[in-house]
């Protein structure tokens, strides 16, 4: 029936409907489908000048119009887009598809992190020579978004009357404190306003869960207990279960944001029979429901003395008998709201009816072997752990849902005149048509005799989406299309619906085609704020990615808010402008795509949490700036060069250049940055690929290289345009690596320097090919790269002692002293590089020979710094000392005309005959004096304090 039900399904009605504006929604996202069409040359040019003046400031809006059109207009995303590789080769093909968005709710951060992922995935391997076939996102219904039939599936049933009935007819009394109140069916009054206390024994432990609950004959449905994944109380029982009392199963302790933990113990108990929340937990956990309540109100489970008996007895029953357990606590005067039936005075329960469930027994256990034979792999792998916990506990699963809309369920009841048809008969089907016909040949009836009804229910969004593999591929089409890419190589996604999604489209996907929907799973964490709380509308923390790419005002949030009143409670209102203003006082800066993507990936996507500020996303804009100023230096060095002259360096040239040269130097880290690069993508380690980036970019390429070049472009012109080549290669390659993480400002770049030098042509940056180690091979000596970054932290140490000594502004000279011939051989050659950067008068290397070295550098004249390996930084301190002598010199006389000029201006017979303006110019005098010590003061008055201390003891 399942198969059935599947495949009608899929056959009645289109599976979604294609929204490209939830690409839109995400510029630098793309896809790839081979059914559309291909790509042949660049027919449609960029409408953008880049042969002009190179823009001063990087602005995010300008970089990126204008290049997604062009993509699109040249079919870039499609299967025949070719790229340096040539055709691709149909042995390395790449499949694979963007889950589905939820359009109900606002798109935020999290989907930005899915599509960021998965596109920067899908451009390098693309890049890498793959065939790549992504299929983009498309809408689904949302179960937990639409509005539930009935209060969430139950039904509002009066056991008096023994029907269902309606909202209106359900009044709610509130009881605000114990009360007695007489009920039709009782001969005596119940007590009602109590809460109860009792407590599940975990299982294999000694440890007891207290439960507070105002209905505790319900706890005999009790399908697990419920706490929030925030309450500490409870987070050392994840995957731990208790022991039921009566039933004796073990029930699951379930973790779910939704709990109050402020409420009762912290600690639910779940009865998703007879409660609307418990039956929505019931539901997202794949829990057990059952029913223990006849028609009539009593109790239907042949459980010690229970049986037939009204509820509320047993209510009383339990008290003692859990007692007797030793599993009872108390019971306490509770205020509540109970319902009643307006036409009998009963107490309305809410009752499950009839749904469809899947049996996934067998389905649950090829699922666990799928892991546990690594045909199926998760990453992180620590994921396998959960994975075979929650099948353990794995019930059949409810596909019918009581929605007002989705994909109904393809099943028809047959209904006859007749009494031939006594029993419950279903038939699937994709019309009533079929429905009749296939019942007809079934039962042997006349067609015109029998009617075939639908069922109003519609499918589980999770069912629909758990066939998304197959679907996005055409099936139940067993075509060429479905047969080359099915199964996908990747299935990426949060995560959080690891069970919801994952494990259904596992389940489904090898059930229905017999292979497993994909073969690697990569799973990221939850987008979290700063505090590492998750981003909701409640807390008020959420942040649109719209706003963090396009910059939005404070006002405009303010207003935002205040438009949506309507759809918002007063609460909802006021915490959305207080956590504004709070979180956002100037409002949020234009970030730009590219800013906000690396921003993204900058952080460990594996780890359980991930916690996203827009501060972080801003400094990674200023890494942007920093991209194109130094890409604006390499275009001012390039100036009175020839293009055709300007090529990237062959692995010949590089081996030819000195083993102990900064040209060298920053191509070697060129080389690591590229294994890097390649090394942690393999392993969907995006952050390291990132940290990377920025560490060869602005440590090595910026801080560096590009200051050592500066005054070396001005040496003879071969020596010129060498150096410019080497800022061309560092160039070129760093805008492929960067392609798949930051594809706008490396395409506007890449453009750019198609048109500055005369490099291999591209279409777009997109389609060249990825550096691989392999292209690099013999450019790396690790040993340099060792010897330059002692290097650059002994630049770091002499600017640490320029600073903290007063001598920012001065170029002293500085002796490094090292206890190692070997040493002294490889620092040596840079000396000019750590005087130049560290804006010194000289760099010299000795080699000490005891203390009776460091004896003729004076410690009154000279500061010393000890550093690792063996290495002493020594700067000479004597221009600084003449200075502070001077100005101390300059202080005293400073103070002699100033007492001078007071003694002169309070003096009466000055003031009575002196002319105005000759003391108006005392005045001016005086205060132009009082400035200019002030200002000395505030430089060398710490120094002047120690000198006066240290001549009074001298004497």
């Given at each position: 029936?399942?198969?059935?039900?599947?495949?009608?399904?899929?056959?009645?009605?289109?599976?979604?409907?294609?929204?490209?504006?939830?690409?839109?929604?995400?510029?630098?996202?793309?896809?790839?489908?081979?059914?559309?069409?291909?790509?042949?040359?660049?027919?449609?040019?960029?409408?953008?000048?880049?042969?002009?003046?190179?823009?001063?400031?990087?602005?995010?809006?300008?970089?990126?119009?204008?290049?997604?059109?062009?993509?699109?207009?040249?079919?870039?995303?499609?299967?025949?887009?070719?790229?340096?590789?040539?055709?691709?080769?149909?042995?390395?093909?790449?499949?694979?598809?963007?889950?589905?968005?939820?359009?109900?709710?606002?798109?935020?951060?999290?989907?930005?992190?899915?599509?960021?992922?998965?596109?920067?995935?899908?451009?390098?391997?693309?890049?890498?020579?793959?065939?790549?076939?992504?299929?983009?996102?498309?809408?689904?219904?949302?179960?937990?978004?639409?509005?539930?039939?009935?209060?969430?599936?139950?039904?509002?049933?009066?056991?008096?009357?023994?029907?269902?009935?309606?909202?209106?007819?359900?009044?709610?009394?509130?009881?605000?404190?114990?009360?007695?109140?007489?009920?039709?069916?009782?001969?005596?009054?119940?007590?009602?306003?109590?809460?109860?206390?009792?407590?599940?024994?975990?299982?294999?432990?000694?440890?007891?869960?207290?439960?507070?609950?105002?209905?505790?004959?319900?706890?005999?449905?009790?399908?697990?207990?419920?706490?929030?994944?925030?309450?500490?109380?409870?987070?050392?029982?994840?995957?731990?279960?208790?022991?039921?009392?009566?039933?004796?199963?073990?029930?699951?302790?379930?973790?779910?944001?939704?709990?109050?933990?402020?409420?009762?113990?912290?600690?639910?108990?779940?009865?998703?029979?007879?409660?609307?929340?418990?039956?929505?937990?019931?539901?997202?956990?794949?829990?057990?429901?059952?029913?223990?309540?006849?028609?009539?109100?009593?109790?239907?489970?042949?459980?010690?003395?229970?049986?037939?008996?009204?509820?509320?007895?047993?209510?009383?029953?339990?008290?003692?008998?859990?007692?007797?357990?030793?599993?009872?606590?108390?019971?306490?005067?509770?205020?509540?709201?109970?319902?009643?039936?307006?036409?009998?005075?009963?107490?309305?329960?809410?009752?499950?009816?009839?749904?469809?469930?899947?049996?996934?027994?067998?389905?649950?256990?090829?699922?666990?072997?799928?892991?546990?034979?690594?045909?199926?792999?998760?990453?992180?792998?620590?994921?396998?752990?959960?994975?075979?916990?929650?099948?353990?506990?794995?019930?059949?699963?409810?596909?019918?849902?009581?929605?007002?809309?989705?994909?109904?369920?393809?099943?028809?009841?047959?209904?006859?005149?007749?009494?031939?048809?006594?029993?419950?008969?279903?038939?699937?089907?994709?019309?009533?048509?079929?429905?009749?016909?296939?019942?007809?040949?079934?039962?042997?009836?006349d067609p015109k005799s029998i009617k075939a009804v639908q069922d109003v229910d519609v499918l589980d969004t999770?069912?629909?989406?758990?066939?998304?593999?197959?679907?996005?591929?055409?099936?139940?089409?067993?075509?060429?299309?479905?047969?080359?890419?099915?199964?996908?190589?990747?299935?990426?996604?949060?995560?959080?619906?690891?069970?919801?999604?994952?494990?259904?489209?596992?389940?489904?996907?090898?059930?229905?085609?017999?292979?497993?929907?994909?073969?690697?799973?990569?799973?990221?964490?939850?987008?979290?704020?700063?505090?590492?709380?998750?981003?909701?509308?409640?807390?008020?923390?959420?942040?649109?990615?719209?706003?963090?790419?396009?910059?939005?005002?404070?006002?405009?949030?303010?207003?935002?808010?205040?438009?949506?009143?309507?759809?918002?409670?007063?609460?909802?209102?006021?915490?959305?402008?207080?956590?504004?203003?709070?979180?956002?006082?100037?409002?949020?800066?234009?970030?730009?795509?590219?800013?906000?993507?690396?921003?993204?990936?900058?952080?460990?996507?594996?780890?359980?949490?991930?916690?996203?500020?827009?501060?972080?996303?801003?400094?990674?804009?200023?890494?942007?700036?920093?991209?194109?100023?130094?890409?604006?230096?390499?275009?001012?060095?390039?100036?009175?060069?020839?293009?055709?002259?300007?090529?990237?360096?062959?692995?010949?040239?590089?081996?030819?250049?000195?083993?102990?040269?900064?040209?060298?130097?920053?191509?070697?880290?060129?080389?690591?940055?590229?294994?890097?690069?390649?090394?942690?993508?393999?392993?969907?380690?995006?952050?390291?690929?990132?940290?990377?980036?920025?560490?060869?970019?602005?440590?090595?390429?910026?801080?560096?290289?590009?200051?050592?070049?500066?005054?070396?472009?001005?040496?003879?012109?071969?020596r010129r345009l060498f150096i410019c080549r080497v800022l061309l290669t560092c160039i070129e390659t760093f805008?492929?690596?960067?392609?798949?993480?930051?594809?706008?400002?490396?395409?506007?770049?890449?453009?750019?320097?198609?048109?500055?030098?005369?490099?291999?042509?591209?279409?777009?940056?997109?389609?060249?090919?990825?550096?691989?180690?392999?292209?690099?091979?013999?450019?790396?000596?690790?040993?340099?790269?060792?010897?330059?970054?002692?290097?650059?932290?002994?630049?770091?140490?002499?600017?640490?002692?320029?600073?903290?000594?007063?001598?920012?502004?001065?170029?002293?000279?500085?002796?490094?002293?090292?206890?190692?011939?070997?040493?002294?051989?490889?620092?040596?050659?840079?000396?000019?590089?750590?005087?130049?950067?560290?804006?010194?008068?000289?760099?010299?290397?000795?080699?000490?020979?005891?203390?009776?070295?460091?004896?003729?550098?004076?410690?009154?004249?000279?500061?010393?710094?000890?550093?690792?390996?063996?290495?002493?930084?020594?700067?000479?301190?004597?221009?600084?000392?003449?200075?502070?002598?001077?100005?101390?010199?300059?202080?005293?006389?400073?103070?002699?005309?100033?007492?001078?000029?007071?003694?002169?201006?309070?003096?009466?017979?000055?003031?009575?005959?002196?002319?105005?303006?000759?003391?108006?110019?005392?005045?001016?005098?005086?205060?132009?004096?009082?400035?200019?010590?002030?200002?000395?003061?505030?430089?060398?008055?710490?120094?002047?304090?120690?000198?006066?201390?240290?001549?009074?003891?001298?004497?």
């Open positions: 029936m399942f198969f059935k039900l599947a495949k009608c399904f899929r056959s009645k009605t289109l599976f979604y409907t294609f929204n490209k504006e939830y690409l839109q929604f995400y510029p630098g996202s793309n896809y790839y489908l081979s059914h559309v069409a291909k790509y042949t040359e660049i027919k449609h040019p960029l409408k953008k000048e880049l042969s002009g003046i190179y823009p001063i400031a990087y602005e995010p809006k300008e970089v990126e119009k204008g290049w997604y059109e062009y993509w699109e207009k040249n079919g870039l995303f499609y299967e025949g887009a070719r790229n340096d590789h040539g055709p691709h080769d149909q042995k390395l093909e790449f499949c694979l598809v963007l889950p589905p968005p939820n359009v109900t709710g606002n798109l935020h951060i999290g989907h930005t992190l899915t599509v960021t992922i998965q596109d920067c995935i899908s451009r390098w391997r693309r890049m890498r020579g793959e065939k790549v076939i992504w299929i983009p996102g498309f809408d689904h219904g949302d179960l937990f978004k639409k509005p539930f039939f009935r209060q969430g599936n139950l039904l509002n049933w009066s056991s008096q009357i023994r029907s269902v009935i309606s909202d209106i007819e359900v009044d709610h009394l509130e009881i605000p404190q114990k009360k007695k109140v007489r009920l039709p069916g009782l001969k005596d009054p119940v007590e009602l306003g109590l809460m109860d206390y009792f407590y599940y024994p975990v299982e294999n432990s000694d440890e007891k869960i207290l439960i507070a609950t105002t209905r505790l004959e319900t706890m005999l449905g009790d399908s697990a207990v419920a706490v929030n994944p925030t309450d500490t109380r409870y987070t050392h029982l994840a995957g731990k279960c208790v022991k039921h009392p009566y039933t004796g199963e073990s029930l699951p302790i379930i973790f779910d944001e939704n709990v109050n933990k402020d409420f009762g113990t912290g600690a639910m108990k779940v009865t998703p029979a007879h409660d609307s929340k418990d039956y929505e937990l019931g539901i997202k956990h794949n829990l057990k429901i059952f029913d223990i309540l006849a028609d009539d109100g009593t109790i239907d489970m042949d459980i010690e003395n229970f049986q037939g008996k009204h509820r509320l007895v047993v209510r009383s029953l339990l008290r003692k008998s859990l007692s007797d357990k030793g599993l009872y606590k108390e019971t306490k005067s509770h205020s509540m709201t109970i319902p009643f039936c307006s036409r009998s005075g009963d107490i309305v329960e809410p009752r499950l009816k009839d749904q469809w469930y899947l049996d996934c027994t067998e389905m649950g256990q090829k699922a666990v072997e799928a892991v546990k034979s690594k045909n199926l792999q998760f990453i992180p792998d620590h994921h396998e752990k959960v994975w075979f916990e929650w099948f353990k506990h794995l019930k059949d699963w409810c596909i019918s849902r009581q929605l007002w809309w989705g994909h109904q369920i393809p099943a028809y009841r047959i209904q006859q005149s007749s009494d031939e048809l006594k029993n419950d008969l279903w038939i699937a089907a994709t019309c009533e048509k079929e429905a009749i016909e296939k019942a007809s040949k079934k039962y042997n009836l999770w069912f629909s989406s758990a066939l998304y593999p197959l679907t996005a591929l055409g099936w139940p089409s067993q075509d060429e299309y479905f047969k080359k890419y099915y199964p996908l190589n990747l299935m990426e996604t949060g995560f959080d619906i690891l069970f919801f999604w994952v494990a259904r489209m596992v389940m489904l996907g090898e059930h229905i085609t017999g292979k497993l929907p994909f073969t690697e799973v990569l799973l990221h964490g939850m987008v979290c704020d700063s505090h590492g709380r998750k981003m909701t509308k409640s807390l008020g923390n959420t942040i649109d990615p719209l706003d963090v790419i396009n910059g939005v005002s404070l006002e405009d949030l303010l207003q935002r808010v205040k438009d949506c009143q309507d759809s918002l409670t007063p609460e909802e209102v006021k915490l959305l402008l207080s956590a504004n203003k709070q979180n956002f006082p100037n409002g949020i800066p234009e970030c730009g795509t590219d800013g906000l993507r690396f921003s993204l990936l900058t952080h460990d996507i594996q780890n359980q949490r991930i916690s996203i500020d827009v501060k972080s996303i801003r400094i990674c804009r200023h890494f942007c700036n920093k991209i194109w100023q130094g890409f604006r230096l390499f275009t001012k060095a390039i100036e009175n060069c020839p293009r055709e002259s300007l090529t990237t360096l062959s692995t010949e040239e590089v081996l030819n250049l000195k083993e102990s040269d900064v040209d060298h130097w920053i191509l070697s880290r060129l080389a690591g940055l590229v294994v890097v690069s390649n090394t942690h993508f393999e392993t969907y380690e995006f952050h390291l690929v990132a940290n990377a980036i920025r560490q060869f970019w602005v440590q090595n390429f910026c801080d560096v290289y590009i200051e050592y070049a500066k005054p070396a472009l001005l040496e003879n012109e071969e805008l492929k690596i960067i392609s798949p993480m930051m594809p706008f400002i490396s395409e506007e770049l890449y453009q750019r320097l198609l048109l500055l030098a005369n490099i291999e042509s591209c279409p777009s940056v997109s389609l060249a090919k990825y550096p691989t180690p392999d292209q690099y091979s013999g450019w790396r000596n690790t040993m340099l790269e060792a010897d330059v970054h002692t290097v650059t932290e002994l630049i770091g140490v002499a600017r640490s002692l320029k600073s903290k000594h007063g001598a920012t502004q001065m170029r002293p000279a500085v002796v490094v002293a090292v206890d190692e011939e070997n040493t002294l051989a490889a620092l040596n050659p840079f000396s000019d590089l750590m005087a130049l950067l560290a804006k010194l008068e000289s760099v010299t290397f000795h080699l000490t020979q005891g203390q009776e070295f460091f004896e003729q550098y004076p410690g009154d004249s000279w500061v010393f710094e000890p550093c690792e390996h063996g290495i002493t930084v020594i700067m000479d301190m004597r221009e600084k000392l003449k200075t502070e002598e001077d100005s101390f010199s300059k202080l005293n006389k400073i103070r002699e005309e100033l007492t001078r000029l007071n003694k002169m201006l309070s003096d009466n017979d000055y003031r009575k005959n002196a002319p105005l303006s000759v003391q108006e110019k005392a005045m001016a005098k005086k205060a132009s004096l009082e400035g200019e010590l002030q200002k000395l003061l505030n430089y060398y008055g710490k120094k002047e304090s120690e000198k006066a201390t240290k001549d009074s003891s001298v004497s």
